[in-house]
């Protein structure tokens, strides 16, 4: 059995200083160190349903297209998605009932465009993306982001299906009402790319924790919590406990460690690593996945602990990936 230690240190983190507990990882986490990809263009999407927005951004990547353009098509297929209860359309409602979204984009420029608490539009990331290119502000909110929404012409929708009416109405009956996080009830999607032109993008969208109080925002819409890009090092997308992700800044903090020479997979390894050291020995139902990708099309991913997937798509491949973890 390799200890957490054992295995932090054969990641070789440069040096980091290592509080490990004495906890143990699964010998799957040394496999998955360094994931070369083929080459440019490359498109990678947290959990397995980014396979489906990897191939919408796949359409646009494999003939010459942008990265932006990209992972905003790759994020609007789960947002349309009614049986995703975890993102857009169909995605289950705060503790009062209301489908309330969070999203954002940003560009290899540095360019980024966040709504937050956003209500009655299926669209969140396309928004955020107005939000970049039409204003000169990163973040807008609740009724201000839906009147922003409306003045570019987007359409309104009801966003609770029934299913998801059905699913809250059985939560009420069950639960005790009060806002703990349903580690079962929360994924969001989180999609980076690189182009041809070795330009990267990424994306972020969410109905965040499922039954959470109302007016809570996560980590998702965050620009550097759950989403960073840096055109010349590389980016970054989290998720799960939003909380988590916000207190360390992750995705931020992902994208300085490959500054500083970490591999996309150790600098995942290491922000996850700062979670895991105030989770104890037990991590609970805590659940964090961080996955990231260079100029040249190195992947990290690393989470908390098992049952985090990314999905990769690019000239030569078309997988879900489990992702290595702490636990
Ligand atoms: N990170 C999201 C949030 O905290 C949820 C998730 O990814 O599961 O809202």
Same mark, same amino acid.
Do not use: C
């Given at each position: 059995m390799t200890t957490r230690r054992e295995f932090l240190t054969s990641c070789a983190l440069a040096g980091a200083a290592l509080t490990t507990g004495g906890k143990t990882v699964a010998h799957a986490a040394a496999q998955q160190r360094e994931s070369e990809s083929?080459?440019?263009?490359l498109v990678v999407s947290t959990w397995s349903f980014g396979q489906a927005a990897n191939a919408a951004a796949w359409n646009l990547l494999a003939?010459?297209?942008a990265a932006l353009d990209a992972v905003e098509q790759g994020a609007r297929v789960p947002e349309s998605?009614? $049986?995703?209860?975890?993102?857009?359309?169909?995605g289950l409602p705060d503790r009062d009932g209301h489908v309330t979204l969070d999203a954002c984009v940003m560009d290899h420029a540095g360019r980024a465009g966040s709504v937050c608490?956003?209500?009655?539009?299926?669209h969140p990331v396309s928004v955020a993306r107005k939000v970049m290119?039409?204003?000169?502000?990163v973040m807008l909110a609740g009724a201000g982001a839906a009147q922003f929404a409306a003045e570019q012409g987007f359409t309104t929708r009801d966003l609770l299906t029934d299913d998801a009416r059905n699913a809250w109405n059985e939560w009420r009956k069950e639960a005790?009402?009060?806002?703990t996080a349903n580690a079962e009830r929360h994924d969001t999607l989180g999609i980076l790319a690189v182009d041809q032109d070795a330009h990267l993008a990424g994306a972020c969208t969410t109905s965040g924790m $499922?039954?959470?109080?109302?007016g809570r925002v996560g980590d998702s819409p965050i620009i550097g919590a759950a989403l960073y890009v840096d055109g010349e090092i590389g980016c970054a997308t989290a998720t799960g406990h939003g909380e988590f992700v916000m207190r360390t800044l992750g995705s931020f903090l992902v994208v300085e460690l490959m500054r500083q020479g970490r591999s996309p997979q150790d600098a995942c390894t290491e922000a996850v690593e700062r979670i895991v050291r105030s989770l104890g020995?037990?991590?609970?139902e805590t659940q964090v996945g961080y996955l990231a990708l260079d100029p040249r099309g190195r992947i990290g991913a690393f989470a908390v602990q098992p049952g985090f997937q990314y999905a990769v798509r690019d000239g030569a491949r078309d997988e879900i990936i489990d992702a290595a973890s702490a636990f």
């Open positions: 083929t080459g440019r263009p003939p010459g297209g998605d009614p $049986a995703n209860r975890t993102v857009g359309l169909g608490f956003l209500e009655g539009y299926e290119e039409e204003t000169p502000h005790r009402y009060e806002p $499922a039954f959470k109080l109302h020995d037990d991590p609970g």
